[in-house]
């Protein structure tokens, strides 16, 4: 059997079990405390047919979006000129340090403090809650570049853009993506807090619509269709891209 078969069968198998503890658990537990798949299935068809599924899953999407966009592009910027550069980075270390350790709903409140309770303030605090974990893994990617690469870059006078996307970049490739999936699956909990605390859309929103009505159904359905599409996103644009960037190894 090809291992990308033998793969597939085992993927199947734990997505089966899966399925198969929640429709037992959700036999020996009250049905109102943890409705099983099939209640869960109703409650998105239901959703779905009234548009509201769709219309605060995009909302939702588009500030993950943005946010990842934002705190990608900043972390990865500052994270690799602190690894690069040692003054910088004893400059910067204790900033990184306040930035990992804030409270990500202290964050999400100031922002909405000082900004108001608008589209602005909700991306600035997912994104300020981001940025200091994608720049202290860029900076351990700057740190990690082979000297012997430089050194045959200097030697042969290559210009700067060419010796940052031919040298620089590729080994940071396993970095970034690194940094990209941990970024995925925080974003997308940290704009569920944002929308939960001061939006009148998305899906955090309905989530504390669901929790005010103790609908339990309505928080599983809203919770399985994010992350289904956050997995499909893993497999169709995370994974391909991490399999053709390793080609340079």
Same mark, same amino acid.
């Given at each position: 059997?090809?291992? $990308? *078969?033998?793969?597939?069968?085992?993927? &199947? %198998?734990?997505?089966? &079990?899966? =399925? !198969?503890?929640?429709?037992?658990?959700?036999?020996?537990?009250?049905?109102?405390?943890?409705? $099983?798949?099939?209640?869960?299935?109703?409650?998105?068809?239901?959703?779905?047919?009234?548009?509201?599924?769709?219309?605060?899953?995009?909302?939702?999407?588009?500030?993950? +979006?943005?946010? +990842?966009?934002?705190?990608?592009?900043? $972390?990865? =910027? #500052? !994270?690799?000129?602190?690894?690069?550069?040692?003054?910088?980075?004893? +400059?910067?270390?204790?900033?990184?340090?306040?930035?990992?350790?804030?409270?990500?709903?202290?964050?999400?409140?100031?922002?909405?403090?000082?900004?108001?309770?608008?589209?602005? %303030?909700?991306?600035? %605090?997912?994104?300020?809650?981001?940025?200091?974990?994608?720049?202290?893994?860029?900076?351990?990617?700057?740190?990690?570049?082979?000297?012997?690469?430089?050194?045959?870059?200097?030697?042969?006078?290559? *210009?700067?853009?060419? #010796?940052?996307?031919?040298?620089?970049?590729?080994?940071? #490739?396993?970095?970034?993506?690194?940094?990209?999936?941990? $970024?995925?699956?925080?974003?997308?909990?940290?704009?569920?807090?944002?929308?939960?605390?001061?939006?009148?859309? !998305?899906?955090?929103?309905?989530?504390?619509? #669901?929790?005010?009505?103790?609908?339990? *159904? !309505?928080?599983? %359905?809203?919770?399985?269709?994010?992350?289904?599409? &956050?997995?499909?996103?893993?497999?169709?644009?995370?994974?391909? =891209?991490?399999?053709?960037?390793?080609?340079?190894?």
């Amino acid at each position: 059997m090809e291992k $990308g *078969s033998s793969n597939a069968i085992l993927r &199947i %198998a734990s997505i089966l &079990i899966f =399925f !198969g503890i929640w429709q037992l658990s959700s036999i020996f537990l009250q049905v109102d405390l943890l409705p $099983g798949p099939q209640e869960v299935y109703e409650k998105i068809v239901i959703e779905a047919g009234d548009d509201e599924l769709v219309y605060h899953t995009l909302i939702t999407l588009k500030r993950v +979006f943005l946010s +990842f966009i934002i705190a990608m592009f900043i $972390g990865t =910027f #500052f !994270g690799i000129y602190m690894g690069r550069n040692e003054r910088l980075n004893t +400059f910067l270390d204790d900033w990184l340090i306040l930035g990992l350790n804030v409270p990500a709903l202290v964050i999400i409140i100031l922002c909405y403090v000082w900004f108001g309770l608008n589209e602005v %303030a909700a991306i600035l %605090a997912v994104s300020l809650n981001k940025i200091p974990m994608v720049a202290v893994i860029m900076r351990e990617g700057a740190r990690s570049i082979e000297k012997d690469y430089i050194e045959v870059a200097k030697f042969y006078k290559i *210009s700067g853009k060419k #010796f940052f996307f031919k040298v620089i970049l590729p080994q940071l #490739f396993p970095y970034l993506l690194s940094s990209a999936r941990s $970024g995925l699956s925080l974003i997308w909990k940290i704009v569920l807090v944002v929308e939960l605390l001061g939006r009148s859309n !998305g899906v955090g929103f309905k989530l504390f619509g #669901f929790f005010q009505f103790f609908d339990i *159904s !309505g928080i599983l %359905a809203y919770t399985l269709v994010f992350v289904l599409l &956050i997995i499909f996103v893993e497999f169709i644009l995370v994974r391909p =891209f991490e399999r053709k960037i390793s080609i340079w190894r």
